[in-house]
Each structure stands twice: as structure tokens, then as C-alpha cells.
């Protein structure tokens, strides 16, 4: 898929917000709660334009019964995707505007998440630096994997950061 990478737009929290009601009209009483996530959720950063979202759930096994009620209102459904206790959909196909991850809660990935997220969202000359070494990759890579692969290590980088300083909060 062709990278397609954008400035900040205020209307993705509404797209969030959309697409949680959404959810919530399917999975109803097995939702906890919502997240938005990933650099979509961060006001001034370049993201492509794919809402990442994560919905925690009670019970991650009875998720699978909505799969025919997804794939009927749009969704890709991709399983766990490489991630343990995940379920992952897409929406939008090529041009696609939604990552929903559900998780069950207690599951070590929201954490992470969240921390990433919050970290990203008070310090922001880290997100700054994130945002123009994004711009870097897309200018270089023009396929999405690729891109997701090249900024992998500089991630993990800033995750190891965010982890230390959410433990210095405690």
C-alpha cells in the first residue's frame, strides 16, 4: 500500500469518536473501553491517516462471533496479526482510515500503548523529532511496509524511553 502521510487534522478525534459508536453497536456489553492511539492521537504530528484505535474488551474469545457482522459493515478481519490475545481490523481497503485493535483487558500491549501515547503527547520535542523523522521515511519509502519496517528500531527507541519515564511517575 502506497504511504500517504499527513499533518495533524482536528477531525480525527471525530473519526475516533464515529467509529467507537460504531463498535459499540456490535460488541455492546463486551466493551470496557476505548483508546485512541498512535500519532493520529497526538495533536501536530504527521501521521498517515489511519485511526488506530484500541477497544478493550471482557472476553477477547467471544470477539470471533462478530467476525461475518464485521466483514458485512466493511472491516477486514485479520486475526491476531502477529500480536498474541490481539484482534486486529481494518477498514477503508487501500484508501483505509481505521486499525482497530481489540484486546482483552489486561493483555501487557495496552499498557504499552497507552504509555507510547502519553509519553508522545507531553514531550513534545520527542514527538517533533518523531514527526520529521517520519517525513524523512515517507520521502525515502513509498510502500507502507517498508516505511513501518525502516522506522521500527527508532520506535522501540522511544518506547524504551516512554517505559522509563512512566516508571519514574510512579
Not at 93 to 119: A, L, S, V
Not at 122 to 129: G, I, R, T
Not at 147 to 155: E, F, G, L, Q, T
Request: aromatic share 12%; with cysteine.
Amino acid at each position: 500500500m502506497k504511504i500517504r502521510l499527513s499533518s495533524y487534522k482536528e477531525s480525527w478525534k471525530s473519526l475516533y469518536q464515529n467509529e467507537c459508536k460504531n463498535l459499540e453497536g456490535i460488541l455492546g456489553d463486551l466493551i470496557i473501553q476505548f483508546e485512541h492511539f498512535g500519532s493520529t492521537s497526538i495533536e501536530g504530528m504527521k501521521a498517515k491517516p489511519v485511526i488506530d484505535m484500541m477497544v478493550i474488551v471482557r472476553d477477547i474469545q467471544k470477539v470471533d462471533q462478530f467476525n461475518s457482522l464485521f466483514i458485512n459493515l466493511g472491516y477486514e478481519v485479520a486475526g491476531e496479526w502477529g500480536i498474541s490475545g490481539r484482534r486486529l481490523l481494518r477498514k477503508g481497503g487501500e484508501n483505509r482510515t481505521h486499525h482497530i485493535h481489540i484486546y482483552e483487558q489486561g493483555n501487557k500491549e495496552i499498557e504499552r500503548h497507552i504509555i507510547f501515547r502519553d509519553y508522545l503527547r507531553v514531550n513534545e520535542k520527542v514527538a517533533q523529532e518523531y514527526s520529521h523523522y517520519k517525513e524523512m521515511l515517507a520521502s525515502k519509502y513509498h510502500d507502507t511496509r517498508e516505511y513501518s519496517k525502516a522506522k521500527k528500531d527508532y520506535v522501540r527507541n522511544i518506547e524504551k524511553e516512554a517505559l522509563m519515564w512512566f516508571d519514574n511517575l510512579k
